[in-house]
Nanobody
């Protein structure tokens, strides 16, 4: 069982940066692969980035490669998403999620614990 709470969202101009954080409760954090997902109004939820239990393996959507970085600190029970060179298309509610399954899956349907989300708005 894990509780997830996102923070760090806000309003930023195109080209700017934001750092999202996800704080997890529970002593089994290191047993979960983690992911960041986003959903814009009228659009389906999409995977942004995922990270393995150890943090040694990561996945990035093509749309964010080279701009976003996912990381985790198992000692602090946190997972972060550094977002640089933000674009208006990055505007969405961003969710942190965890999976009890082994792999750092790229499909959001594989994740079974979710935070409440944090709004990211990028103006042009």
């Amino acid at each position: 069982q894990v509780h997830l709470v996102e923070s760090g969202g806000g309003l930023v101009q195109a080209g700017g940066s934001l750092r999202l954080s996800c704080a997890a409760s529970g002593r089994t954090f290191s047993n979960y692969a983690m992911g960041w997902f986003r959903q814009a109004p009228g659009k389906e939820r999409e995977t942004v980035a995922t990270i393995s239990r150890t943090g040694r393996s990561t996945y990035y959507a093509d749309s964010v490669k080279g701009r976003f970085t996912i990381s985790r600190d198992n000692a602090k029970n946190t997972v972060n998403l550094q977002m640089n060179s933000l674009k208006p298309d990055d505007t969405a509610v961003y969710y942190c999620a965890a999976t009890t399954r082994y792999y750092y899956y790229t499909d959001y349907q594989e994740y079974n614990y979710w935070g409440q989300g944090t709004q990211v708005t990028v103006s042009s």
